[in-house]
């Protein structure tokens, strides 16, 4: 893993000038936000538990949602707009990264993996989670790893990084896997309900949302050994120090503070609304250790 390029003292400059900024001389996103008075955040909605819609409000909900607001309430604060409209725009696995580049989104916290190749049509902000891409069966599918997935049916979400590792391992170790693209993640998982697929591939944290909103969570099981390892976190456009440095800043303080412990804890190991399911998923060393020191690169 490589640190994030903008150091601690960069930041620091950035954000004191900021501090101090007027309207005027605020650029990029920031201007935008206070000329408008508005921000807006782009959203999934069936990403549970980052990025949900779950209830008939139709407002966004989750982990990442939850981090968002933060940064919302810093960006206040930074350029002393009193009443900061928020809006919210709906973004899928192929729509998110266009929509962040031609300005219709400000920043989009959902659960989108760091990527080289993101990298260069967008910037990404400190990492907010570390997932690894795993396999999702019923408890007695006899289905233990890749190696029992040849002739069967698997589903995953078209638009993602693991949509096209799945399609690029089953090509190069000749694997006979029928891979089946569902539109997100609540349609991959009631294709695997419903015996359309014997197993859905995706990162280990959006299976176990999915499990969690089964009528039994304990008939499905997390199997397999990793096959991706990537890092979830916020887009922002490209060539936006000024902006990027304060979502850095916030995140950078819920770390240092401790507080993103219980916000991690609300959404991963307790009932989450509405229906209170609970994940089951303890914090891993891993995220524990880009808490400690933030990072905004690929996992190499």
Not at 44 to 67: N, Q, T
Not at 290 to 298: F, G, H, L, N, V
Request: with cysteine; proline share 4%.
């Amino acid at each position: 893993m490589k640190r994030i390029l903008l150091t601690g003292c960069t930041l620091g400059l950035l954000l004191g000038a900021q501090a101090h900024a007027s309207p005027a001389v605020l650029e990029g996103t920031l201007g935008k936000i206070v000329s408008a008075k508005s921000i807006t955040l782009g959203y999934r909605d069936a990403s549970v538990p980052f990025s949900y819609v779950g209830d008939h409000s139709g407002k966004p909900m989750g982990y990442s949602v939850e981090l968002a607001d933060k940064i919302v309430e810093r960006i206040q604060q930074k350029t002393g707009v009193a009443t900061l409209r928020v809006k919210y725009n709906l973004v899928t696995s192929q729509t998110r990264i266009p929509l962040v580049q031609n300005g219709t989104v400000d920043l989009e916290c959902g659960s989108t993996g760091v990527t080289a190749e993101r990298q260069k049509q967008v910037a990404f902000s400190y990492g907010f989670i570390y997932v690894k891409g795993q396999l999702l069966t019923a408890r007695d599918s006899g289905i233990q790893g890749f190696s029992d997935l040849a002739g069967k049916n698997v589903v995953t979400t078209a638009g993602t990084t693991n949509e096209r590792y799945l399609k690029r391992y089953n090509v190069e170790h000749k694997a006979n896997i029928s891979v089946i693209s569902a539109k997100d993640h609540g349609e991959a998982f009631k294709m695997l309900e419903t015996g359309r697929a014997v197993a859905f591939y995706m990162d280990d944290a959006l299976l176990y949302g999915e499990r969690a909103k089964a009528k039994d969570p304990h008939k499905w099981v997390v199997v397999g050994e990793e096959q991706s390892r990537e890092i979830y976190s916020c887009m922002v456009r490209k060539d936006d120090p000024q902006f990027l440095a304060v979502v850095n800043e916030t995140l950078g303080d819920l770390y240092r503070s401790g507080e993103i412990n219980g916000i991690y804890q609300r959404w991963f190991e307790q009932p989450i609304p509405p229906k209170g399911l609970n994940l089951e998923f303890p914090m891993t060393s891993e995220l524990k250790a880009i808490i400690a020191k933030p990072i905004s690169d690929p996992v190499e």
